[in-house]
């Protein structure tokens, strides 16, 4: 079976959201990097919750696309695991280290990809208050 990667992307996206991930964040890294296509970012409210879904993104992944992770980084601490499909990387965020890492912050150049789901981000505009400060103090 043969899947695109925003297939597989999306198949991820709503595995997370069966599992009650919040704030589900999917870039399109494609015009940015040649390292991966997607970024899917989510958050789970605690450990349990977050290894719940990176179970069920693992699981609907292999059920549906045929794909396994090449690898799955994080799982001893449960505060940020990043599930590898090589095309597609889901980060599995709790609120506290996805607050410190921001990597919808640090990837912001990038499309997001709407997805309709209940646990997705709103879209949000750009932050005029930090564009205009410029590193002001």
Known sequence: MTVTSLELAKVAALAADSKKAE?????????MTDVCDYF????????????????EVRDKVRTNCGESPISTEGRDGLRWVLIDFGAVVVHVFQ???RDFYRLERLWSDAPRVELGLEGEAPMEEPDVAVQMAGGAE
């Open 95 to 97: 609120q506290e280290a």
């Open 40 to 55: 899917l970012i989510c958050t789970g409210a605690n450990a349990r919750l977050v290894d719940a879904i990176v179970d």
């Open 23 to 31: 704030d589900i964040v999917l870039l399109d890294l494609t015009p």
